[in-house]
């Protein structure tokens, strides 16, 4: 049974994908032919672009879920390699996070494994800090009329974020009380 639903999803994943990839050429070819003047940030779907986001995508939808991390965090360097503007790709990755973090809150909550006191302190944390990086971002960006320190503040929180769960995952190996063990053993 498990083997048949894993062999029927992956199935409409590969459909899906290659029915994507084949209208976003066919829109593409009708604007190349309607003579449409593409902006600055519009996303070019070549056969070459349309090939590398299905593979990329494919692989970051396998290592956030083997690795548990969204697939946001590798969908904005993608969008940046496609030459998507940075506010859209920002802004993209973090409404997959957004999403992400409801479906999760949801499965817990439904499970009735989910603290409320200790998820209310850190939903307090994340809007004062994002409050407060809005505050001190955006003055700058206006100021200097440099879009890239949207790239360094991403990039800042991907590198904190990796770090904190490096961090982590060696306080709980630590705590461990068979320290002795491997790393894969459980």
């Not at 590969?14 to 209208?23: H, K, L």
């Not at 593979?55 to 590798?74: E, K, T």
């Not at 461990?176 to 063990?181: K, L, V």
Request: aromatic residues 14%.
């Amino acid at each position: 049974m498990v083997r048949s639903t894993l062999l029927n999803s992956s199935f409409c994943k590969v459909f899906s994908s290659i029915y994507n990839r084949a209208t976003l050429l066919l829109r593409h070819d009708r604007k190349k032919k309607a003579r449409y003047t593409f902006a600055i940030g519009d996303i070019r779907w070549t056969r070459r672009s349309t090939f590398l986001n299905t593979i990329f995508n494919g692989f970051a939808g396998f290592f956030s879920g083997i690795f548990g991390i969204g697939g946001a965090v590798v969908t904005y360097p993608l969008m940046m390699e496609m030459r998507a503007l940075p506010e859209v790709a920002l802004a993209t990755s973090n409404t997959m996070v957004f999403f992400t973090t409801g479906v999760v809150f949801l499965s817990y909550a439904s499970l009735g494994s989910l603290e409320f006191d200790y998820g209310g302190v850190l939903v307090g944390v994340g809007c004062v800090a994002t409050l407060c990086a809005r505050r001190l971002i955006t003055p700058k960006i206006n100021e200097f009329h440099r879009i890239s320190l949207i790239y360094f503040a991403a990039a800042f929180m991907a590198a904190a974020s990796a770090m904190m769960m490096v961090i982590v995952a060696g306080f709980a190996y630590l705590d461990d009380d068979q320290s002795q063990q491997s790393l894969c053993t459980r």
